[in-house]
C-alpha cells in the first residue's frame, strides 16, 4: 500500500462529476486528491454518451458552460452547436481542466475500506494507497463511498405511497410509444420457455403476470453501452461475431422484424443519424423495442454487487451489444435493406482504442440514492417551489428509460400472451432547484461527506437530475462546499449556505431564472 496523503478534500470517483467537482473545490483553495476506480477519466461523457440532453442551457452556468465552451471552442462552433463531444475529445478537455487546476489524479484505484471514527470518514483505503481529508466526495455512479460509509441509501423505484409519486413504481403494461412494441409478439419459444432477454413477471393468484400499477419493486433503470459508430470508410471497423454468438437469442427481435416489414430501418432501432456528432460520427442510443438497452433485469445484481458480480453484468451487457450488431448486420433473417443499412456502420478506429473500440464505461442510469438530510422528489420538480438553499437548477425531463421486457396475457384478444418493455416515462418540467440538503447526509450518518452524484432524490427525481450537464452544476456545488467544510473545520451539514451561494453565483452558477 502506498503512503498515506492527507489532503483537504478526497473526491472518489473520476467521473464529469468528479471531475468538476474536484476542480471547484481546488480553485476554491483546497488541496484535492481525485482518486477512484476509472481507468479513463470522465465517466459517461468519455464513454460513449456523446448527444447531451441538456434541457433549458439558461440554467447551465459555472463549470458546466464551462466545459461545453470548451467543446465549442474545439470545433470552432458556437455554445450549444456542438450537442457534445466526440468521447475522445471529452476525455482530453475533462484532463486539462484537471491539470489546469493542479489536481492530484489517482486512477485505477478501486475502493478497499472505509474507516468512520465519531461519524466522520476517517480514511479511505484505495488498492494503491490510503488517503485521510478533511471532505470527502463521492461522485461515482454507483454510491460505492457513500454505502461504505454506512450513510442509508435506496436502489430502484419505490412505490406511489412513500413520496406521494404519480410517477413512482411499476408502470402500464401496454403504454404505446417508440420505445414499446407496436405490434402483438408472443415471448415464448415452441418449447414454451420465455425467450431470452424477456424477464419472468410475478403471478398473480390465477397465475396471470401480476400489473402492480404504482408499486415499488426495486427495478431499475436499462444499463446499456452507448456505442460510438461512424460511417466513414477510412475510420470504421466492421462488426465482428463475437465468441460464443447464437443468432436464437434474438427470436423476439426476429419476430419483430417479421411483423414490421419494409417499413422497419435500423435508425428506429438504434438512433443512427449520420454526423450526429463531429467527424462523422453518432453516438447509438437505445431507441427502438429491441435496441442496445438490455431489459432482462441482470443489472439489478450491480449496484450493490461486489467486483465480481459487476464485471459480470458488465460483460453480459457488452456480449449483448455485440451479438445485437452483428445480427442485426450480418443475419439472413434480418431484412435486406436493414442489413445493408446497418452495414455501413462500424466502430470508430480513433476511439476506444484500449477496448478494441468498445466504450470502457458502462451507462449505469441507476445506482444507490442516498437517504440523506432531504429527498428531492417529484412535487419539487413539477411545482418548483423555491428551496432557500438552493445550489443548481434541473430542467431535463423526467426521463426513466425502460425497467424490464416480460409479458401479460391481453384478455381482449382471448388471453393472448404478448411480450412489452415496462417502465418508460418521459414527463416535462420546468426549471426547478435543487437544494444543498439533497448533497449531504444527516448529521447523525456521516458529517464530512457530500454525494453530489448518488444524491438523495426519488427514483423519479432521479430520472430528472441524472443528466450529465446537471450532476456538472452539482458537482460544482459539492467541490465548493467541501472546500468550505475544510478551510472551517466544520462539518458539512454546517456549511454557510449563504455564502456558498454567492460563491457559485461569483463562479457562474445559476441559481434562479
Not at 466513414?232 to 423476439?252: H, M, S, T
Amino acid at each position: 500500500m502506498g503512503a498515506l496523503t492527507g489532503p483537504d478534500v478526497v473526491v472518489y470517483g473520476a467521473t464529469a462529476v468528479g471531475v468538476i467537482t474536484a476542480v471547484a473545490a481546488r480553485e476554491a483553495g483546497a488541496t484535492v486528491v481525485l482518486v477512484g476506480p476509472d481507468r479513463h477519466v470522465g465517466g459517461m461523457v468519455s464513454g460513449g454518451l456523446g448527444w447531451t440532453d441538456v434541457g433549458d442551457t439558461r440554467v447551465l452556468g459555472g463549470l458546466a458552460r464551462c466545459f461545453y465552451a470548451a467543446v465549442a471552442e474545439h470545433y470552432d462552433a458556437p455554445l450549444w452547436g456542438v450537442r457534445g463531444p466526440e468521447p475522445h475529445v471529452g476525455e482530453a478537455l475533462l484532463v486539462a481542466m484537471l491539470e489546469r487546476a493542479g489536481v492530484e489524479v489517482r486512477l485505477g484505484e478501486p475502493l478497499a475500506r472505509v474507516d468512520v471514527a465519531d461519524g466522520r470518514i476517517a480514511r479511505l483505503e484505495s488498492d494503491g494507497g490510503a488517503y485521510e481529508a478533511a471532505a470527502f466526495v463521492d461522485a461515482g455512479y454507483e454510491g460505492d463511498l457513500l454505502a461504505a460509509a454506512g450513510v442509508p441509501y435506496a436502489v430502484g423505484r419505490e412505490s406511489r405511497d412513500l413520496y406521494g409519486e404519480t410517477w413512482a413504481g411499476r408502470q402500464p403494461a401496454w403504454r404505446p410509444g417508440r420505445h414499446n412494441f407496436d405490434v402483438l409478439l408472443s415471448p415464448f419459444a415452441d418449447d414454451g420457455t420465455l425467450l431470452p432477454f424477456v424477464r419472468e413477471p410475478e403471478l398473480d393468484e390465477r397465475g396471470w403476470p401480476a400489473e402492480r400499477l404504482g408499486e415499488g419493486d426495486g427495478g431499475l433503470q436499462a444499463y446499456c453501452f452507448r456505442v460510438c459508430l461512424t460511417d466513414r470508410d477510412e475510420n470504421r471497423v466492421p462488426f465482428e461475431r463475437p465468441d460464443g454468438y447464437d443468432p436464437a437469442e434474438f427470436e423476439l427481435l426476429r419476430r419483430y422484424l417479421e411483423a414490421a416489414g419494409d417499413r422497419m430501418r435500423a435508425r428506429d432501432l438504434l438512433g443512427l443519424v449520420p454526423d450526429l456528432l463531429p467527424n462523422g460520427k453518432c453516438d447509438v442510443n437505445s431507441i427502438g423495442p429491441f435496441s442496445t438497452n438490455v431489459l432482462d433485469g441482470s443489472n439489478r445484481a450491480y449496484p450493490a454487487g461486489g467486483a465480481d458480480e459487476r464485471a459480470r453484468v458488465r460483460a453480459h451487457h457488452l456480449r449483448y451489444t455485440q451479438a445485437l450488431l452483428y445480427y442485426l448486420s450480418h443475419d439472413d433473417s434480418v431484412p435486406a435493406h436493414v442489413r445493408r443499412e446497418l452495414a455501413r456502420w462500424g466502430r470508430c478506429a480513433d476511439e476506444f482504442a484500449d477496448t478494441q473500440g468498445w466504450p470502457h464505461q458502462l451507462y449505469v442510469r441507476d445506482g444507490r440514492r442516498m437517504l440523506g438530510d432531504y429527498v428531492l422528489r417529484e412535487s419539487d420538480l413539477l411545482d418548483a417551489r423555491p428551496q432557500d438553499d438552493v445550489v443548481a437548477l434541473g430542467s431535463y425531463n423526467v426521463d426513466v428509460r425502460e425497467v424490464e421486457r416480460t409479458w401479460r396475457y391481453l384478455p381482449e384478444y382471448s388471453r393472448t400472451a404478448a411480450a412489452f418493455n415496462e417502465g418508460y416515462l418521459s414527463v416535462a418540467v420546468p426549471p426547478y432547484p435543487i437544494p444543498f440538503r439533497s448533497l449531504i447526509p444527516r448529521r447523525d450518518d456521516c458529517e464530512n461527506l457530500l454525494v453530489p452524484l448518488c444524491l438523495s432524490a426519488s427514483h423519479v427525481a432521479f430520472g430528472s437530475v441524472r443528466m450529465e450537464p446537471t450532476l456538472m452544476l452539482l458537482g460544482e456545488a459539492a467541490g465548493a462546499a467541501a472546500a468550505q467544510a475544510a478551510r472551517r473545520g466544520v462539518a458539512v451539514q454546517y456549511v454557510d449556505v449563504a455564502a456558498l451561494q454567492e460563491s457559485l453565483r461569483q463562479a457562474g452558477q445559476v441559481l434562479a431564472v
